[in-house]
């Protein structure tokens, strides 16, 4: 039995499932979810969705967002748990004990470096995000996309690849999006709100962080901070932050954009970008992070901010070497 027909028969042959994604959830991970969620509660399953902390507010009107669970309303055991764009069992946080909730476990991921801890993995590292396996899978199973659903989709892929001008936008890509678009989907509405929307206090955030900006390697490489105090001072929130790394990478002859944002005490979450060729999964790689070639991310404890900035752009310069950018 292939993998297709596996999975046909565990949804039609199980009732209670459990959708979950990584933590700090973006618009790939809540658009997967609530749209394996949609289709689930379509298919007449009992279905829990999970996100740990504060799903992002910005996709509120994702149908299913207002039922978006935290890890501590679940249920004692579940048939099936579906992991959706997770590299590994760790990148769920708090929900990880979901992995011993349930009798199955999926993992469907876009990642290269996933480490394929499902009883099922269904993983395309050359797929522009997990929105789009979900609509090529639904398809493929047989399922209906409602509006809804495809509501849910569009805002997957659209995040992924950056309003579509990422390199990992393909014509297929662009395919599954006009078939989105003729579900009847407001996919002008959507893609205002995951690119464009700002609050007011999150522009106060962004001048702040820009104020932290430094460039290093004859301004190839930039980066930026994000504090817990500019959070507090401007009154803003995590939600609000964004896709901030980007502002890095797109400053012009920048390759490498890196965002060192402080989570806890001594805790710091770094994003990193990159625009034309640097690979910057391996430098998260070396710090037990992941993602892919132009996006990825790893955490670091225990150092000052300025430690960590000192050291990535360090890492950075060494690997720099086998670009042939510079050599010392």
């Known amino acids: 039995m292939n993998k297709l027909d596996e999975l046909k028969k565990i949804i039609e ?38 996100v740990e902390g504060q799903a992002p507010n910005k996709f509120s009107y994702l149908n299913g967002f207002s039922n978006i669970k935290n890890i501590n309303q679940s249920k004692i055991r579940y048939d099936c748990l579906f992991v959706l ?34 009883n ?15 609509f090529e899978l639904y398809k493929n199973l047989g399922y209906n996309i409602s509006p809804k659903i495809a509501e849910c989709l569009y805002t997957s892929i659209a995040s992924d690849t950056g309003g579509f001008k990422f390199s ?26 995951i690119m464009d929307l700002k609050t007011l206090n999150g522009i106060k955030l962004i001048s702040k962080v820009t104020s932290t ?25 995590e939600d609000e932050a964004g896709e901030l790394v980007n502002i890095a990478r ?22 990193f970008r990159s625009k034309d060729y640097f690979d910057v999964k391996d430098i998260a790689l070396k710090y037990g992070g992941g993602g892919h070639i132009k996006a990825a991310g790893c955490t670091i404890k225990n150092k000052t901010i300025d430690e960590i900035e000192n050291e990535l752009v360090s890492e950075i310069k060494k690997a720099w070497v ?6 010392n």
């Open 322 to 327: 086998k670009y042939n950018e510079w050599s």
């Open 13 to 50: 042959s199980q009732n209670d499932f459990a959708v979950v994604s990584h933590t700090s959830p973006d618009g790939d991970s809540m658009g997967s979810i609530l749209s394996l969620y949609n289709l689930l509660l379509d298919l007449n399953k009992n279905v829990d969705v999970f």
């Open 168 to 193: 990992n936008t393909s014509s297929k890509t662009m395919r599954i999006i006009a078939d989105l678009i003729d579900i009847g989907i407001n996919f002008t509405s959507i893609y205002y709100r």
């Open 250 to 271: 797109d400053i012009e002859n920048v390759e490498v954009g890196i965002l060192i944002k402080e989570v806890d005490l001594d805790t710091y979450k770094i994003s």
């Open 120 to 134: 099922i993995n269904i993983i395309d590292s050359k797929a522009s995000s997990v929105g789009e396996m979900l």
């Open 85 to 118: 764009d997770c590299g590994d069992e760790d990148r769920l946080g708090d929900c990880k004990e979901l992995i011993d909730k349930a009798d199955i476990i999926i993992n469907i991921d876009h990642h290269i470096t996933n480490t394929a801890f499902g």
């Open 213 to 237: 900006l430094k460039t290093y390697l004859e301004g190839k490489v930039a980066t930026i901070k994000l504090t817990k105090q500019m959070l507090e001072e401007c009154e803003a929130t």
